[in-house]
């Protein structure tokens, strides 16, 4: 008998492209309109998890429809999408709450934040509370309302997008690399306090990723400047949002089962020789 080895792995393919890590969860994804956050709903759809988009926007910053409404476009998992402003809790208890249509909450991504270049010596009290208050506090409270459903029933992952800008300081941006760097300990500090609940707490800190996430007159960086930084970083491009949606996947998923405490960098090597 001759064994038809091109219909064998023909069937096994398709067995692994069935395969889905978030078949039936329920995610929330702040940001989730444009930049990271949106690769990140996306990717969750299609590794089969219903998604709440929570922002204070619902056109996505770049060109194309609304997140919610490309997932139920181009895949066969629910989304909706929530106004919510990061720094009211109520906004937060609201997207959490919706996820309560997907079965209640199983993954929460707290990816909303900000970014601007700024002068130490010049930044004014109104600019840092601003971004705190964004970055910082919204991820606290993000984590708080989420937690709370997740002890209801028996446990859940949380992911927070904190920076490499976490890890060590930036002089161009002292502000960011406060906010990013509170978000990493807060972290640490939730695994510990929540992991007898069954809830998982990492975070993600992408490198120079390809988004919009400055203010709108922010200057846009030269292609000399572009291809500068490409130098400093080993695997010579920038980042997608789609890695980090890929690293968010897999902290989300069972494979990241007993994965917690834990800094994921996803930034092409840059950081892995300063």
């Known amino acids: 008998m001759v064994t038809n080895w091109l219909s064998i792995i023909g069937v096994a393919v398709e067995a692994v492209n069935a395969m889905s890590l978030l078949t039936d969860q329920a995610a929330v994804v702040t ?7 949106r690769g990140i709903a996306l990717e969750f759809a299609r590794q089969g998890a219903d998604v709440v988009v929570a922002d204070v926007r619902e056109e996505p910053k770049e060109e194309g429809d609304p ?19 990061v720094t ?23 990816n909303a934040g900000i970014w601007r270049p700024e002068e130490f010596l010049e930044v ?21 309302v ?40 807060l972290t640490y500090s939730l695994a510990h306090g929540l992991g007898g609940e069954g809830i998982r707490v990492n975070a993600i800190h992408p490198g120079a990723i390809n988004t919009n996430i400055g203010p709108e007159d922010t200057e846009q960086t ?9 130098q400093m970083i080993p695997l010579g491009r920038q980042g997608e949002p789609e890695d980090i949606a890929g690293a ?6 069972d494979l990241a089962g007993y994965v917690t405490g834990e800094s994921l960098v996803v930034d092409g090597g840059w950081t892995s020789w300063r």
Do not use: W
């Open 248 to 253: 968010a996947v897999f902290l989300a998923s």
């Open 124 to 144: 004014t009290e109104e600019e840092y509370e601003q971004l705190m208050d964004i970055n910082t506090k919204g991820t606290y409270f993000g984590c708080q």
């Open 146 to 185: 989420a937690a709370e459903r997740m002890v209801e029933s028996g446990g859940g992952s949380i992911i927070n997008l904190s920076s490499i800008n976490g890890i060590f300081g930036n002089g161009g941006h002292p502000t960011y690399s406060v906010s990013k760097g509170g978000i990493a300990l």
């Open 67 to 85: 997140t919610h409404e490309v997932i139920e476009a181009e895949t066969d998992r629910e989304a909706t999408f929530v106004e919510c402003d």
């Open 31 to 37: 940001g989730g309109s444009s930049g990271i956050g």
């Open 88 to 110: 009211a809790v109520a906004d937060l208890e609201a997207a959490v709450e919706a996820a309560e249509e997907f079965g209640g909450i199983d993954v929460m991504v707290n």
């Open 222 to 230: 030269s292609d000399e400047q572009a291809a500068q930084l490409r």
